[in-house]
């Protein structure tokens, strides 16, 4: 199965999502203008399926278009692609809520005349395995925007939960900071297991200081809590945040 790729900024990205979609108008029109104001997207696979024992191949995949928003969060459409031998071109479908989603997976599922589902979920993550923890190429030029970025690094270290995040000292230096730049840094992880996989993402915050100086903030958003709630993490360095991560993973037992 080869997934139909989409060019352009995350806008125009957006609107390819939109105009192949058969139920793109059941997205809320609100979220969707939050993604409109994306500065970045990533399109990951998450699992896929190909039958080739019918007629022509049969099969359906999902993929995960992740949207970097302006204030340093993030959002996520999901896409199903299907040939269910219902059409002779691919059909996409696009979903806000995981649960729904996994619920249409079903449904194609059924459709290619898979076996029991409950059988197959753990097997399905498997085949996807390498391509997930495959880094997908990111643009990696700084551009600066100087838009109230001393307030874009004060919301940062205010979703910051983990309690040796960085200290006051560092905000009165981000106090002056005059632009910033976010960038997704090319290293998703995440565990493949069915709907409920474990995942984190880092991002790194650039920040321009009136004296000329640079600091950066590493975020890391992860769900390897103990309720699978999805947290914000924010170090000083690349190294540290990475090191949170792979302690909160082997706490839970988890490898990334």
Not at 8 to 35: C, K, M, S, Y
Request: aromatic share 8%; hydrophobic share 40%; charged share 30%.
């Amino acid at each position: 199965m080869v997934h139909g790729r989409i060019g352009g900024t995350p806008a125009e990205h957006l609107d390819g999502l939109l105009a192949r979609a058969q139920n793109g108008f059941e997205i809320d029109e609100a979220f969707l203008v939050r993604l409109r104001d994306a500065l970045m997207h990533q399109t990951e696979l998450r699992s896929c399926r190909q039958c080739n024992d019918a007629p022509r191949p049969l099969g359906y995949g999902t993929y995960r278009h992740v949207f970097l928003l302006p204030d340093g969060t993030s959002e996520v459409l999901w896409e199903l692609e299907h040939h269910t031998g219902m059409d002779v071109r691919p059909l996409y479908e696009l979903y806000t809520d995981e649960e729904t989603l996994v619920q249409a997976e079903r449904r194609a599922h059924e459709r290619t005349g898979g076996g029991l589902w409950e059988e197959y979920t753990a097997d399905v993550m498997r085949l996807s395995d390498q391509l997930l923890h495959t880094p997908l190429p990111v643009e990696t030029a700084r551009v600066y925007v100087a838009d109230n970025s001393a307030d874009h690094a004060r919301r940062v270290l205010r979703r910051a939960e983990n309690d040796d995040r960085p200290g006051e000292d560092v905000e009165q230096l981000l106090a002056t900071a005059f632009a910033h730049d976010i960038a997704l840094a090319p290293k998703p992880r995440r565990r493949p297991g069915g709907p409920d996989a474990t995942w984190c993402r880092f991002y790194e915050h650039a920040f321009l200081l009136a004296g000329g100086d640079e600091i950066s903030l590493w975020e890391l958003e992860h769900n390897l809590t103990s309720d699978g709630r999805l947290v914000c993490e924010v170090y000083l360095d690349e190294a540290a945040a990475e090191l949170a991560a792979d302690r909160r993973a082997r706490a839970l037992g988890v490898d990334l």
